[in-house]
């Protein structure tokens, strides 16, 4: 049997298991010994299942006896505490949430479950999604596996850390506002926000029902196109689901940007941002240039100064209507009081952390009355025109390319007092929400030992066309090949 089976990609994992050179149970054993021996310092997990894990293990082992040939088949994953598991504890990181099993399976859990799912446990996040650091959990940070020291991005760090670290083969992850591009950033792993309506978000328990989106977490590219590839489709329980054929992504990988058109928005290199990320990011796009891609650094995205703003309005309000559900009177934790709105009221004010009450307030005055059309509706037209500089410039490009964060990973507690500064964090992650659109992330270099990455942003749904470049580019690099030195 292979040394170190837990830094197999999904590529060779899924090689080994159709050779027969490993069992899925011996894949799952050594993943799960990997947790044991490095989950004390990263923290990546809210919930661990060995058990589980180990029984669809088995399973997965007697479906490829029989021949199946499901691409994720007896493959170990994380999956992001937002996502509802049957039967296993799913907390959004939340005290008010904390022993909450649900009785169904989200969407995406369906798909995988149809593949063979070996889930070896749920990941740590920022509490209902809210964060860029998953500092905001009710439970504990997660460490980031290149220095543990520092923070691993958010929300979904649990779900990047995972793959990092070598504790799960691939990972699920929700984005919000960069939720999963700047954790896979942070990280140094692939990570991918598909386009708004691609991926079903039934059982994901929603924070701004306009901008989340479920996607993958993996080590390379090829990867990400599998995953995204098993959980993408229509599912008529979702009311934004988009009901469009989804193309067979590996088709695009391919290994050159020949005729591919690229442009580089200058207002993504901002005052403020480290220079070295800046330089590291500037040097991919002339790999990509190498590789055949034409490339244009004068593309101007005007309203993009706007993008915070507009989702500091927007995602607030949405949550603030979305989280007036845990009242503490259906499910969920609860506190007894004399009366129904003192009940509801400690319930929240006890189960509710920090960020989230701010959150709330934020969104509750923005559509408060004499406030709505100063703040919401303003915030919908500014949105609206967000959209369109991105509709106007994918009729020049086919790709725009970005850094994903300005900044390295920061240190654990660095920005916790100041909520500007983490907000921050997002900005050029954030205005690809707002438009609905998708968008990869991927290693790029490094600067004193920490990861840089490159953002590849799409139309919607041009899914196709943001993983060609991704490929293209780790096929000619290898900085998605490294490992932190855990």
Known sequence: MPSNLFRSSLGEARALLDRRQVSSVELTRAVLDRISEVEGRVKAF????????????????????????????????????????????????????????????????????????????????????????TENSAFFPTHNPWDLERAPGGSSGGSAAAVSAGEAIYSLGSDTGGSIRQPASFCGVAGM???????????????????DQIGPFTRDVADCAQVLQAISGYDPRDSTSVNVPVPDYSKALV????????????????????????????????????????????????????????????????ASANLSRYDGVKYGFS????????????????????????????????????YYDAYYVKAQKVRTLIKSDFDKAFE????????????????????????????LSDIFTIPVNIAGICGLSVPAGFVDGLPVGLQIIGPAFGEEAVLRAGFAYQQATGWHKRWPPL
Not at 398 to 410: C, G, K, M, N
Request: charged share 25%; hydrophobic share 40%.
């Open 335 to 370: 506190v007894p009081a004399e009366n129904i709105w003192e009940a509801v009221s400690r319930t929240r004010q006890e189960g509710f952390g920090p960020e989230v009450k701010r959150r709330i307030m934020l969104g509750t005055y923005a559509l408060s009355s004499g």
């Open 193 to 211: 926000k598909p386009t708004y309506g691609r991926v079903s978000r039934y059982g994901l328990v929603a924070f701004a029902s306009s901008l």
């Open 46 to 133: 809210v919930t661990l299942t060995p058990e589980l894990a180990l029984q669809q293990a088995e399973e997965a082992d007697r479906r490829l006896a029989r021949g199946d040939t499901s691409p994720l088949l007896g493959i170990p994953a994380a999956i992001k505490d937002v996502i509802s598991t049957r039967g296993v504890r799913t907390t959004c990181s939340s005290r008010i949430l904390e022993n909450f099993i649900p009785i169904y399976d989200a969407g995406v859990m369906e798909r995988l479950n149809d593949q063979g799912l070996v889930m070896v446990g749920k990941t740590n996040m920022d509490e209902f999604a809210m964060g860029s650091s």
């Open 255 to 318: 290994p050159d940007l020949k005729g591919v058109r690229v442009g580089v928005p200058r207002e993504y290199f901002v005052e403020g941002m480290q220079t070295a990320v800046a330089d590291r990011v500037r040097a991919a796009v002339g790999k990509l240039q190498e590789l055949g891609a034409s490339v244009d650094w004068e593309v101007s995205l005007p309203h993009t100064s706007y993008a915070l703003a507009v989702y500091y309005i927007i995602a607030p309000s949405e």
């Open 396 to 423: 020049k490009y086919d790709i725009l390319v970005t850094p994903t964060s300005p900044t390295v990973p920061f240190r654990l507690g660095e920005k916790l007092e100041d909520p500007i500064q983490m907000y």
